[in-house]
């Protein structure tokens, strides 16, 4: 029996673009709602939002998914109508997201007081349920993983200019001959990255990925260009997350804290040494009893002649043994009631150390010890504890100089909202990767007698991981536009949030997909799932990233009629 055709009318876009303003209204609503019961003194309290976690988390979520959905819906306007895969898929992401939403935003408005009854009639509005009766239908599901499996379509056209392309020509290329030979020994076996990738990722000009060519790196001056870091980030980690993924988030991070904060005679030191390589850097934030609370760091810089003496721990710094710059947040305030305002950024020079263990001992008498944390997967670049004991930094490694003493904590911020945006980026190639495992295997394997592409539910949830890792893609690509334009700090987290959540989802597809082979370390499949499975932790842990950072700054801009919220989740 022929399957039906896959088609889509006009309609369904104004349709779906009408739902999703509803939404993103009733959103709206439950952000005022909430800056209504946090106030003090008559001013919004963000200390009140802590009695609404579960809401707030929940607020977030959507907004990264209405966004996602957004981003999808308008690359998908832009592709020709007669393309029915990229329509299908948009409109069936689209659809999926929305449902969700629609009964968890009538149960949380419900809860906070909001009437819940525009909501039921939202979703009983004759156009709304035609439309999500059409695109969640099984059917038309089946039909969009049949022509993914027909054509063989391992991903769908990204619609970036020809110059990025060829860049991401270049970096898929040196994923396929240099990464991927080494990844799985290095993932099993909890290696070091061999010099020799290191090298010809320096070669290839991997670390100057995001810094300006004034400085040795592939930036235009003048001109950011975030489009060109993210499929160089999006290729290497579909090669390997920890072997060469995240070889340019420590300079990206690096890089935007230096050119925000950083003097001349410090940009023109540092930023030639990361762009070509000569020097790896490792960013030293987390400590063991602050976790992704920046604020709160403690590791204390006591100043002393020409310089500062570190003293106490960090955790979870990567790739610090290798490195010979560690990019370190320290707290140069002697009073703690200061907060944030008492911490500054250093950059502390070290020796290359290879294997899980080292120590550093200065001619002054100051150490550096570090140990690799063991970890299920994100394997090579080896995270570390490190232990400072009157470790001496001289005054000119002070980003920023004397203007720089206690404004670490936004030169760190400003370094994050490019290492979020390429963590998504790094979820992106993760999630590539599995896919192409999942559909290659899928057309391999055989069962009860047929390939597993046969059957509907391989289809399906074939058509699902595409949707999501298209929508993926596609959003953090708008978010890097916009932050070349000079915003997007908001959306680079929620991008962050919605693909490092995809990642894990899809990672998972792929493995359970390959049955008990998925299971086995011999599949690739097993590495990328255990490599997702970080991304929701590092770069801003995933509840701290929707609670103290996006939620707090919707609730906080949810003034009038219209909330700001809408400004991340509109469809354009």
């Known amino acids: 029996m022929k399957p039906d055709p896959i088609t889509h009318t006009e309609s369904d876009h104004v ?12 959103l709206g609503l439950l952000a005022r709602q909430l800056r209504r019961r946090c106030q ?3 001013k919004f309290d963000p200390a009140g939002l802590d009695r609404y976690q579960l809401i707030c988390y929940e607020l977030a979520l959507a907004a990264a998914d209405l966004a996602a959905a957004a981003a999808m819906l308008e690359y998908a306007r832009k592709q020709p109508e007669d393309d029915e895969l990229i329509h299908g898929l948009a409109l069936g992401f ?3 997201s929305f449902y969700g939403l629609l009964g968890k935003l009538r149960l949380r408005c419900r809860e906070m007081g909001i009437g819940a009854g525009r909501i039921k009639q939202m979703a009983k509005r004759p156009e709304f349920r ?10 038309r599901w089946d039909g969009l993983g049949r022509l993914i499996c027909e054509q063989e379509r391992e991903r769908l056209p990204a619609s970036l200019p020809e110059e990025i392309e060829l860049v991401r020509d270049s970096f898929r290329r040196f994923a396929e001959e240099v990464v991927l030979p080494e990844a799985e020994a290095i993932h099993r ?7 020799s990738l290191i090298r ?9 990925a995001c810094i300006p060519e004034r400085f040795g790196g592939m930036q235009p001056d003048g001109q950011a260009d975030s489009l060109a870091m993210i499929v160089v980030t999006e290729e290497l980690s579909r090669g390997s997350l920890g072997a060469a993924g995240s070889l340019i988030t420590r300079p990206e991070i690096a890089a935007r804290a230096l050119l925000a904060g950083g003097t001349a005679a410090q940009q023109q030191h540092w930023l030639p040494l990361l762009a070509s390589g000569e020097k790896l850097c490792a960013i030293s934030i987390t400590e063991p009893d602050t976790g992704s609370d920046v604020a709160a760091v403690a590791l204390a810089a006591r100043k002393v002649d020409q310089g500062w003496l570190l003293n106490g721990s960090k955790t979870w710094c990567t790739f610090a043994g290798r490195s010979e710059l560690l990019v370190v947040l320290a707290r140069t305030g002697s009073d703690p009631g200061l907060g944030h305002r008492g911490l500054s950024l250093l950059l502390v020079d ?37 232990f400072f004991a009157d470790y001496f930094v001289p005054d000119a490694n002070l980003v920023g100089g004397e203007e720089g003493v206690g404004k670490g904590f936004y030169h760190t911020m400003a370094g994050f909202a490019g290492g979020r945006i390429q963590t998504a980026a790094r979820a992106t190639g993760v999630m590539q990767a599995a896919f192409e495992q999942a559909l290659r295997y899928s057309g391999q394997r055989r069962v009860f007698g047929k390939a597993l592409a046969e059957f509907q539910l391989s289809r399906v949830t074939l058509a699902r991981m595409l949707a999501k890792l298209a929508a993926a893609r596609q959003f953090s690509y708008q978010v890097a536009r916009q932050l070349d334009a000079g915003g997007g700090q908001m959306e680079a987290s929620l991008v962050k949030l919605f693909s490092c959540r995809a990642a894990e989802w899809l990672t998972r597809e792929a493995m359970q997909l390959h049955g008990g ?20 932790i590092f770069e801003g842990a995933e509840e701290t990233l929707a609670l103290k950072v996006i939620a707090r700054q919707l609730v906080a801009q949810a003034i009038g009629s219209h909330s700001e919220c809408g400004n991340y989740c509109r469809t354009r």
């Open 40 to 42: 003090k003194d008559g």
């Open 350 to 386: 070290k020796p290359a150390f290879p294997g899980h263990e080292f120590r550093h001992e200065q001619p002054g008498g100051g150490s550096l010890c570090g140990k690799a944390i063991a970890t299920l997967g994100y394997r090579g670049m080896h995270s570390f504890d490190l």
């Open 130 to 139: 035609a439309l999500l009766d059409a695109h969640l239908a099984a059917a």
């Open 200 to 208: 010809a990722a320096a070669e290839l000009g991997c670390f100057g």
């Open 189 to 195: 076996r909890d290696l070091d990255i061999p010099e």
């Open 15 to 26: 349709a779906v673009r009408r739902l999703h303003g509803e939404l993103r209204r009733q």
């Open 94 to 96: 689209a659809a999926e």
């Open 517 to 536: 082979l998925g299971y086995a370390e011999e599949s690739m499949v097993s590495r990328l799932f255990v490599d997702a499975r970080v991304l929701s």
